[in-house]
């Protein structure tokens, strides 16, 4: 089993850098790297923190494949 996400999409449709999220939910650049390549599952905090941030659910960030 393995989680996708959204992040890139959210992030791009934003006009944000990688760095810019980074800056907002308090993590490092390449958190998000890991993140919107698939290399890093993030901990519910912060998943939920980033759905906060792109006003959406964690649902639709993250699927279960």
Do not use: D
Not at 19 to 35: D, K, M, N, W, Y
């Amino acid at each position: 089993m393995t989680i996708s996400n959204s992040i890139k999409e959210y992030r791009t449709a934003k006009n944000m850098t990688q760095e810019e999220l980074a800056e907002a939910v308090s993590v490092s650049r390449q958190t998000i790297i890991a993140i919107e390549k698939g290399n890093y599952t993030p901990s519910l905090l912060l998943a939920m923190q980033l759905a906060k941030f792109f006003k959406t659910n964690v649902e639709e960030l993250f699927r279960i494949k």
